[in-house]
């Protein structure tokens, strides 16, 4: 059960072209300190903040789910999600996710 004051915050730090997806250029980095309550996870924080711009909402989410898309990486802590955290990894205070671009080539 969520409380109605957050109990902390998480940074989330997009870099490179990820920005954009919050009104950046695509050129540097953005942090957006997110509300997180006991309990939360890595996708209840994602969803909130994707809930406030919607861009992001659609590269980060697969056509509106909440099964990631494959156009962003995703790190906790300095780990790629799957290494030490999933989506269902609870979050605590002083975390950071990082979000950037996924790096395709050919």
């Known amino acids: 059960m969520q ?12 870099m490179a072209w ?3 997806f919050v009104g950046g250029d695509g050129s540097d980095r ?10 939360d996870t ?3 924080v994602l969803k909130r903040l994707s809930a ?4 992001l909402d659609k590269a980060l ?4 789910t909440d099964s990631l898309s494959e156009h962003l990486e995703i790190a ?8 030490h955290h999933t ?3 609870e979050v605590k205070a002083g975390d950071t996710i990082l979000l950037m671009g996924q790096f395709m080539g050919g």
Do not use: Q, Y
């Not at 953005?30 to 309990?39: L, Q, T």
């Open 3 to 14: 409380m109605s004051e957050p109990v902390f915050k998480v940074n989330v730090e997009l």
């Open 76 to 83: 906790v802590n300095d780990a790629l999600l799957g290494i």
């Open 18 to 20: 990820a920005t954009v």
């Open 87 to 89: 989506l269902e990894s």
């Open 42 to 44: 890595v996708r209840a």
């Open 52 to 55: 406030r711009h919607p861009d």
């Open 30 to 39: 953005k942090n957006a300190e997110v509300d997180a309550f006991s309990g």
């Open 61 to 64: 989410w697969h056509e509106g």
